[in-house]
């Protein structure tokens, strides 16, 4: 296991079963940022965190089909395609942004772990400003 520890943005929706979550909101590389819905996870926020320091992001949203607003994961799941092919374009490895459905605390470590095997975004290639 890498000694790197990351820096996490998570974007848990609050009907995920995740948001609130004291176990992660205890982790300190780990910023837990509960929304409505993970649909409501704006591009410019994915951005914004990048540029603001985080190694990664991840959003948590309800399994598609269970949205409590209908269709708002389905809106997440395609804001997250556009915004890979992004990151790419500002030097960003696309692994280092994760989509999950109703995930465990459990499923945000392994994501940690997989961005410290990453290591740290290196700011000077990372056009995103």
Known sequence: M??????????????SGIAGSS???????????DTMCSGRVDPSFVLQAFSSGADGVMIIGCPP?????????????????????TLSQFGIEPERLKLVWGSTPEAVGEFA?????????????????
Request: positive net charge.
């Open 2 to 15: 890498n000694s790197y520890n990351p820096k996490i943005v998570v974007f848990a929706c609050n009907w």
């Open 23 to 33: 176990e992660l909101k205890a982790n300190p590389s780990l910023q837990v940022i």
């Open 65 to 85: 089909g269970d949205c409590h607003f209908i269709s708002g994961n389905y809106k997440t799941q395609r804001i997250v395609m556009l915004l890979r092919s």
């Open 113 to 129: 772990d997989r961005v410290a095997g990453l290591g740290a975004l290196s700011r000077s290639t990372a056009g995103v400003n």
